[in-house]
């Protein structure tokens, strides 16, 4: 009798391994919204085309917006405007250079419809500066106005106000209405609900939110003037954010790593006044793992694709992604050298119809295409790993296990792709005629894996080709298998069955 083995609930790794070793990278779990063959799937993540290349060195993204309907991006110290020109039907990007921005780390953008402003917050290279790119020329110039009370932590934009909070500090300040060049010395206010410092704001629902390091205060526009913003009675969340360039706009909230008053991070989401949590236990104890800066410089990305609603979570050595119809995570990661490691890339913003993607290893600037399955050329290593299924303890004999697939997506041809970088060359292998899935497993609870046996998922046509493997001997209390696709096609993994015996 097969049994169905649950291969799409997406991360849950436990601290104890034969608890929960479940791992699920560059898959993205799926729950059909009607009937179908199976309650859960898993699609493969969407991959990356490259529409321009910026690089100067090894530059990365440190910023994007999109601003009259074209995207801004700061690549290294360089702030681009991406245009698009189509000609017989064939479309082309191209950066234009607008000009200098300083520092290293992270900027923060926002624009009024007519100007954009970037704020570059204090870092090692960087004391701190705001810039204005006027829309209608592309003229970029640095904010000097005597009254503007930076150095500046971030910015946003509200009725009309480019909004600034002030680094190291309690208060937060606006520009004249729809001018981010002029200031008033008394458009100041401060968040005094409680001691903590400011350390980034945001803007949802024309409620401005003033996030410091133990809580958040919500203000609104009260029409007075100077200093038109006013604390919100009550208005007070007592949850203080940690990594401030997780904020994001997601699911009609805002959405961020942070906690409450000697709490681990989290990801938490705000909206009316009111908190929820996005995050799992295992994504909690994740981020537990990480050290006070590496949390403080984690950062976020979100965007829509066919119904889903992702939200990125970047870390040193991985991204973890919730999406927000199937509430689920997963993981995503590139290729760096000749391993794997955080996904590549730093930021997505709309344009031209089409998801524009910043990038972090360098200055590539892309497409995110569901029907594109490298990224940048490069080949993504796909793997998940199930739950341990056991039988009550007992020893079990796995006669034989199917993963049914997506069959038939093999290329025409053989295509040559890179798959990593040894020494600054690139490595490459050639393949996708006929695309392999490769089953391992372990009796250890996830911690070694043995086998690496492949089966084709199908050349081009090959509809029904099964994927069964036979025989896979006995375990003495429980297994967790692990399906590997390092293909340059589609991958679709449909549902695994079992037949087990005692």
Not at 189 to 200: F, G, K, L, N, T
Not at 296 to 319: H, R
Not at 385 to 405: C, I, Q, R, W, Y
Request: proline share 4%; hydrophobic share 35%; glycine share 10%.
């Amino acid at each position: 009798m097969k049994t169905p083995l649950p291969i799409s609930n997406g991360f849950y790794v436990s601290d104890a391994l034969p608890i929960s070793a479940q791992r699920c990278v560059n898959f993205k779990p799926n729950i059909p919204q009607a009937d179908a063959v199976t309650a859960d799937n898993l699609f493969n993540t969407e991959g990356l085309i490259e529409i321009a290349d910026l690089s100067n060195g090894n530059d990365f993204c440190r910023g994007a917006h999109v601003a009259d309907g074209k995207p801004y991006l700061v690549i290294g110290n360089i702030i681009y405007r991406i245009d698009r020109a189509i000609t017989d039907g064939v479309e082309s990007y191209s950066g234009v250079n607008l000009g200098t921005i300083a520092g290293e780390d992270r900027v923060y953008m926002a624009d009024n419809g007519s100007q954009l402003c970037i704020c570059a917050p204090p870092d090692d290279l960087n004391a701190g500066a705001s810039y204005i790119v006027t829309l209608s020329d592309g003229t970029l110039t640095t904010i000097t106005d005597p009254n503007f009370d930076g150095p500046a932590s971030s910015v946003v934009y509200s009725d009309g106000f480019f909004i600034f909070s002030k680094a190291n500090g309690k208060s937060f300040f606006n520009s004249s209405i729809n001018d981010g060049l002029s200031y008033d010395a008394l458009d100041f206010s401060q968040a005094e609900a409680d001691p903590d410092d400011i350390r980034v704001l945001g803007v949802n629902k024309s409620q401005l939110y003033v996030f410091g390091s133990e809580t958040i205060q919500i203000f609104r526009n009260i029409g007075r003037s100077p200093a038109p913003y006013q604390g919100i009675p009550g208005g007070v969340i007592d949850l203080g954010i940690f990594a401030p360039q997780t904020i994001k706009r997601y699911a009609g909230g805002l959405a961020f790593v942070g906690g409450a008053v000697d709490e681990s991070p989290a990801v938490w989401m705000v909206s009316g006044g009111q908190k929820n949590k996005l995050s799992t236990t295992a994504i909690d104890n994740e981020l537990s793992k990480l050290t006070d800066n590496e949390v403080s410089n984690l950062f976020s990305w979100v965007y829509g694709e066919s119904g889903s609603f992702f939200m990125g979570i970047t870390t040193p050595t991985t991204t973890y992604v919730y999406d927000l119809t199937t509430s689920r995570w997963h993981e995503r990661q590139s290729v760096f050298g000749d391993s794997l490691t955080r996904y590549r890339s730093s930021h997505f913003v709309t344009a031209y119809g089409k998801l524009i993607a910043g990038d972090l290893q360098g200055g590539k600037v892309g497409i995110l295409s569901e029907d594109e399955y490298l990224e940048y050329g490069v080949l993504v290593r796909r793997l998940v790993t199930s739950k341990p299924f056991d039988s009550m303890g007992n020893a079990v004999f796995l006669a034989s296990l199917e993963v049914v697939t997506e069959n038939g997506v093999g290329l025409a041809n053989d295509i040559t792709v890179q798959t990593g970088e040894v020494n600054n060359v690139a490595q490459t292998a050639t393949g996708g005629a006929d695309p392999q899935i490769t089953l391992s497993w372990s009796d250890d609870g996830g911690r070694s894996f043995k086998g690496g046996l492949s089966r084709s998922m199908g050349k081009i046509g090959e509809y029904s080709k099964r994927q069964i493997w036979n025989r896979l001997g006995r375990f003495s209390r429980s297994r967790v298998i692990m399906l590997e696709v390092s293909s340059p096609t589609k991958a679709t993994i449909i549902k695994v069955e079992a037949d087990i015996s005692g």
